[in-house]
């Protein structure tokens, strides 16, 4: 089993959804976690990170459910710029991140 | 403000010739150094981090390795390169209280 899982996608959404991508992990030791946005054949850049239960910034709101061991991200008002692979982070222990295979993102016109 | 830089942006080499990549970054001291691994449509694999000058530790065994000569700089190296290493090469950086991760524009390396 893998320690970060997510569903690969891709999710298609038209412009103006909200779209919810979800990931579990698997280390009950997970102190934090983090969400990246990675553009195609580029570096992954930080989008949010989560700390305690949630967090929220602008239209992205990210929720972390520690006694099921999830982590939602939640984008709405959907715009074209959001298509992306938004990549699940989770930190086991001494700044070792986790990576999730990440979930792909299509914003249709 | 903190920066990294990763050189070359994309490098071609046939196999069994060395590898040489380089990772600075700027406006930060003691910073932790990563070097990670995406190959095609695949997820981020760790190969080495670093918390201080000449500290390397490896999290798979490869024919790769890492130094850090410099507090800021990191590299990664190969003596004989394998068709398998092809991939998208990450550098990353970590410091201070937090343990958010920052990455480089990365290399993108096609061994034929």
């Known amino acids: 089993r893998k320690e970060v899982e997510q569903d690969p996608g891709p999710f298609n959404v038209p412009e103006g959804a909200t779209v919810a991508f979800n990931c579990t992990y698997s280390n009950s030791a997970s102190q934090s976690f983090f969400w990246y946005r990675q553009d195609c054949r580029k570096e992954p850049k930080l989008l949010m990170s989560?700390?305690?239960s949630g967090n929220e910034d602008g239209r992205f709101t990210a929720q972390l459910n520690r006694a099921s061991q999830y982590i939602s991200l939640l984008i709405r008002d959907s715009k074209l710029s959001d298509s992306a692979t938004y990549l699940c982070?989770?930190?086991?222990?001494?700044?070792?991140?986790?990576f999730g295979g990440g979930t792909r993102l299509m914003v249709k016109p | 403000s903190q920066t990294i830089h990763q050189w070359p942006a994309t490098l071609v080499q046939p196999v069994g010739s060395p590898l040489s990549l380089e990772c600075t970054v700027e406006g930060t001291s003691n910073p932790n150094l990563y070097w990670y691994r995406q190959a095609a449509g695949r997820g981020l694999q760790l190969l080495f981090y670093?918390?201080?000058?000449?500290?390397i530790s490896s999290e798979v065994p490869q024919n790769l390795s890492a130094s850090r000569p410099q507090d800021r700089q990191f590299i990664l190296s190969s003596k004989k390169l394998l068709l398998s290493d092809s991939g998208f090469y990450l550098c990353?950086?970590?410091?201070?209280?937090?343990?958010?991760?920052?990455f480089g524009p990365g290399t993108r390396l096609t061994v034929t």
């Open positions: 989560v700390y305690s």
């Open positions: 982070v989770a930190n086991n222990a001494g700044n070792m991140l986790t």
């Open positions: 990353a950086w970590s410091g201070g209280v937090v343990d958010e991760q920052y």
């Open positions: 670093s918390v201080g000058i000449g500290q």
